[in-house]
Nanobody, 126 residues
Framework: QVQLVETGGGLVPPGGSLRLSCAGS????????MAWFRQAPGKEREFVAA????????YYGDSVKGRFAISRDSTKNTVFLQMNSLRPEDTAVYYC???????????????????WGQGTQVTVSS
């Protein structure tokens, strides 16, 4: 009964901010790589951010560096994605992912993750 549940998506104007949450259940994810991916209609699933070593290491996709921040709360088994300076091209379904056995150099590949949430829609529009 491993589950990842994303919340916090919605409609936001360009330049605005939004914080997504991903709550894990069924096991403790402190030793897992936790990541965010996104997928827009007609496009491939894109790496957004990842957190390894219980938050000690952070990784970001080129398109979101300096604007997004990933963080973790181990006491709540939850990972967050703070999104600032949002742009229309950030519009997508955002997915939370987790895996306990992968090489860090491969954490940008969605095929490396065994556990996924259902996704939450983020729409950036005026």
């Amino acid at each position: 009964q491993v589950q990842l549940v994303e919340t916090g998506g919605g409609l936001v104007p360009p330049g605005g901010s939004l914080r997504l949450s991903c709550a894990g259940s069924g096991r403790t994810f402190s030793r897992y790589v936790m990541a965010w991916f996104r997928q827009a209609p007609g496009k491939e699933r894109e790496f957004v951010a990842a957190s390894a070593r219980n938050g000690a290491h952070e990784y970001y996709g080129d398109s979101v560096k300096g604007r997004f921040a990933i963080s973790r709360d181990s006491t709540k088994n939850t990972v967050f994605l703070q999104m600032n300076s949002l742009r229309p091209e950030d519009t997508a379904v955002y997915y939370c992912a987790a895996d306990q056995r992968l090489i860090l150099s491969s954490l940008r590949r969605h095929t490396q993750y065994d556990h996924w949430g259902q996704g939450t829609q983020v729409t950036v529009s005026s």
